[in-house]
Nanobody, 123 residues
Framework: VQLQASGGGLVQAGGSLRLSCAAS????????MAWFRQAPEKEREFVAAINWISDSTYYADSVKGRFTISRSNAKSTMYLQMNSLKPEDTAVYYC?????????????????WGQGTQVTVSS
């Protein structure tokens, strides 16, 4: 199983980025998916999640209204559209997959993790 996160970069405050998480080696359509992030010297925190059939999503309060999670089961890929970025969004962003098909806002229930992609927002 491999989750490949990409799309990170350096952007000014107020700008946008779109992250992607390409999955292989698993039946993607059956997995609940999520994005987490980790800033230096901080714990990994939940950002957004989506269930296996995309009829339910969940967001951290800090990103609600600015970020949108989506997925394409045909492409085995999950996305995170990030708008109105703030310096406090700076972190390494990780994608995660849960075999149950549901989503969770804690780290432990996820079975697989990607390697992370760096997002840096300058003020």
């Amino acid at each position: 199983v491999q989750l490949q996160a990409s799309g990170g970069g350096l952007v000014q405050a107020g700008g946008s980025l779109r992250l992607s998480c390409a999955a292989s080696g698993l039946t993607f359509s059956g997995y609940g998916m999520a994005w987490f992030r980790q800033a230096p010297e901080k714990e990994r925190e939940f950002v957004a999640a989506i269930n296996w059939i995309s009829d339910s999503t969940y967001y951290a309060d800090s990103v609600k209204g600015r970020f949108t999670i989506s997925r394409s089961n045909a492409k085995s890929t999950m996305y995170l559209q990030m708008n109105s970025l703030k310096p406090e969004d700076t972190a390494v962003y990780y994608c995660a997959a849960a075999r149950s098909g549901n989503y969770y806002y804690t780290v432990k229930p996820y079975d697989y993790w990607g390697q992370g992609t760096q997002v840096t927002v300058s003020s």
